[in-house]
């Protein structure tokens, strides 16, 4: 079975600052996606990043950008220049198909604090 | 931008009564799926829906909870008899067909069961 373990349940940072959130994962399979979430106080689910499992290269979206190590199997996400918006929870996700479709597995949620 | 639509935002219910719960996806996906939050804890998968039929489903997804497409927009999820554990924030998402599995999400509705 499929785990994400996010071993951080909070954090802060000081504003401008860098901040990196870490994400393991289990799995068996080769070719898989991970994702990173963010969950404002408004709780909308907003996706951050994306990372195949296929390609070496990081992810990045502007200020975010992940650490994929596909051997030790970790994800983790570097939120730069932290912004007062960048207040919220963060989930990671590992997503797996099964009969044709796709459904994601959730870690447990890192909630960051970004510090004025 | 396309976004996925839930209501009601908030619904306060009576343990044992039915509620239904609703969501419009992005217009030209073909994969939805409902997710659970119970206060404080981490995002459950519940169901996914593919082609007018489930594609699977968790074991929370139990004989009182069901799924319908009752018209080409609207993607329900009903409570037949709601237990107080059901509260929680329930988020539908959807993605497209090749599209990777990248999942778009509601802004959720939060249930609360007295």
């Known amino acids: 079975a499929q785990t994400v373990t996010q071993s951080q349940p909070e954090m802060s940072v000081q504003e401008a600052e860098t901040v990196t959130l870490s994400c393991t994962y289990d799995?068996?399979?080769?070719?898989?996606?991970l994702f990173w979430y963010k969950q404002p106080p408004s709780r909308q689910m907003i996706l951050v990043i994306r990372?195949?499992?296929?390609?070496?290269q990081n992810a990045t979206e502007n200020r975010f950008s992940v650490n994929f190590q596909k051997a030790a199997k970790s994800f983790s996400l570097k939120i730069s220049d932290s912004q007062l918006g960048d207040t919220a929870m963060y989930f990671c996700a590992f997503m797996t198909w099964a009969s044709g479709t796709y459904k994601y597995i959730f870690g447990t949620g890192t909630r960051l604090k970004v510090l004025a | 931008e396309p976004e996925v639509t839930q209501t009601p935002s908030h619904q306060v219910t009576q343990m044992g009564q039915e509620v239904i719960l609703r969501c419009v996806p992005i217009s030209n996906h073909l994969y939805f799926y409902w997710y659970r939050q119970i206060l404080g804890q981490k995002v459950e998968f519940l169901v996914s829906f593919y082609n007018n039929e489930i594609s699977e489903k968790s074991e929370i997804f139990d004989d009182q909870f069901s799924v319908e497409r009752p018209d080409g927009s609207n993607f329900t999820l009903k409570i037949r008899s709601t237990k107080l554990e059901d509260s929680a924030m329930y988020f539908c998402?959807?993605?497209?067909?090749?599209?990777?599995?990248?999942?778009?999400f509601g802004p959720g509705t939060r249930l609360l069961v007295l």
């Open positions: 990372q195949e499992a296929y390609k070496q």
């Open positions: 998402a959807s993605s497209e067909l090749g599209s990777r599995g990248t999942q778009y």
């Open positions: 799995t068996s399979e080769n070719n898989y996606y």
